[in-house]
C-alpha cells in the first residue's frame, strides 16, 4: 500500500479523530466497568467471595481492551472510512464492552459467590469471547491483505483455537479445563502483546 498523500492524510487522520471518541467512549465504560469491580472485590473481599479464574478472565478482558485501543490506532492511515466500516468497529467495539458486562455483573444476588456465577454463564461469556475473536480476523483484515499476511498463519492459527477452545469451555464445567485454559490465554495474549504491538 502506497503512503497516502499528505493533504490525504492529514483528513484520514482527522476523520479518525471523530471515529476514535466513539471508541474511547466504548473502550473507556468497559475500563471503567471493570475497575470498579477490581475496586469493590478489594474493598469487599469477604462479600464478594472472588473466583481465581473468572478474576483473570476479567483481567484478560482488561488487556483486550487495552490492546484493541492501542491496536485500532493503526487504522488512522490505513483504510478508506464508510459508514459500514466505521458500524463495524464500533460494533466491535460494543462487543468487547458487553463482555465486560457479562464478567462482572452488577450484582451477585442469586449466586453464592463468583464461581457460582461464572459457570452460570459460561456460555454467554465464551460465546460472545469466540465471536470476537473471529471480528477480530475480519478487522486484521480491513487494514490490508499485506498487513493481514504480514502476521503470518499465527494471526488465523490463534483465532481458530480460541473459537474451539471457547466452544469447549461453554459445553465443560471441569474446572482443571477452565483453570488451564485462563493461564494459558493469559500467557499467550500478554506474549502475542509483547511480540506483535509493542510499538505503533
Known amino acids: ?56 478472565w476479567a483481567v484478560s478482558m482488561f488487556l483486550y481492551l487495552l490492546h484493541f485501543w492501542w491496536w485500532e490506532f493503526r487504522l488512522v492511515n490505513m483504510v478508506h472510512w464508510t459508514f459500514l466500516l466505521y458500524l463495524f468497529i464500533a460494533l466491535y467495539a460494543l462487543l468487547l464492552y458487553l463482555l465486560c458486562a457479562i464478567i462482572f455483573p452488577d450484582s451477585l444476588d442469586g449466586y453464592r459467590d463468583y464461581r457460582d456465577y461464572f459457570f452460570s454463564r459460561r456460555k454467554w461469556f465464551f460465546g460472545l469471547l469466540g465471536l470476537a475473536y473471529v471480528v477480530d480476523l475480519a478487522d486484521t483484515w480491513i487494514k490490508g491483505r499485506g498487513y493481514f499476511e504480514g502476521f503470518g498463519p499465527e494471526l488465523e492459527l490463534r483465532s481458530l483455537a480460541y473459537v474451539v477452545l471457547c466452544a469447549i469451555a461453554m459445553i465443560t464445567p471441569n474446572r482443571r479445563f477452565h483453570a488451564v485454559f485462563v493461564i494459558a490465554s493469559l500467557a499467550y495474549q500478554v506474549s502475542w502483546i509483547v511480540r506483535q504491538f509493542e510499538t505503533l
Not at 5 to 27: F, K, T
Not at 29 to 36: E, F, I, K
Open 1 to 56: 500500500m502506497q503512503p497516502p498523500e499528505p493533504d490525504h492524510a492529514v483528513s484520514l487522520a482527522s476523520q479518525y479523530l471523530h471515529i476514535r471518541v466513539l471508541l474511547g467512549m466504548v473502550v473507556g465504560l468497559g475500563l471503567t466497568h471493570l475497575l470498579r469491580h477490581f475496586a469493590r472485590i478489594i474493598d469487599r473481599p469477604v462479600r464478594e467471595r472472588v473466583y481465581w479464574v473468572h478474576l483473570l
